[in-house]
Nanobody, 123 residues
């Protein structure tokens, strides 16, 4: 069982930056692949970024590539999402998720989810 708690969301102007954190409970965090997803009002949840259990492999949605960076600190049981050059279309609720397997871009592959943190980018 893994519990995830996101933090770091907020209101930011277009072009600004935010760093999201996702703290995980449990002693097996390093065995889980992690992902960040987001959901805008009236839209489906979409993949943002993923990272392997070791942190050695990452992957991004085309819409955020070059602007967002996913990292993890297994000693701190935490995964991060650094978001730079934010755009209004980045607005939404951001969720972190964990799965006990290879990392994936599909939300349905993830076993555990946080409650989400709101990111609002004003233009």
């Amino acid at each position: 069982q893994v519990q995830l708690v996101e933090s770091g969301g907020g209101l930011v102007q277009a072009g600004g930056s935010l760093r999201l954190s996702c703290a995980a409970s449990g002693r097996t965090f390093s065995s889980y692949a992690m992902g960040w997803f987001r959901q805008a009002p009236g839209k489906e949840r979409e993949f943002v970024a993923r990272i392997s259990s070791s942190g050695g492999s990452t992957n991004y949605a085309d819409s955020v590539k070059g602007r967002f960076t996913i990292t993890r600190d297994n000693a701190k049981n935490t995964v991060y999402l650094q978001m730079n050059s934010l755009k209004s279309e980045d607005t939404g609720v951001y969720y972190c998720a964990a799965r006990s397997g290879a990392y994936s871009t599909r939300a349905s592959d993830y076993n555990y989810w946080g409650q989400g943190t709101q990111v609002t980018v004003s233009s």
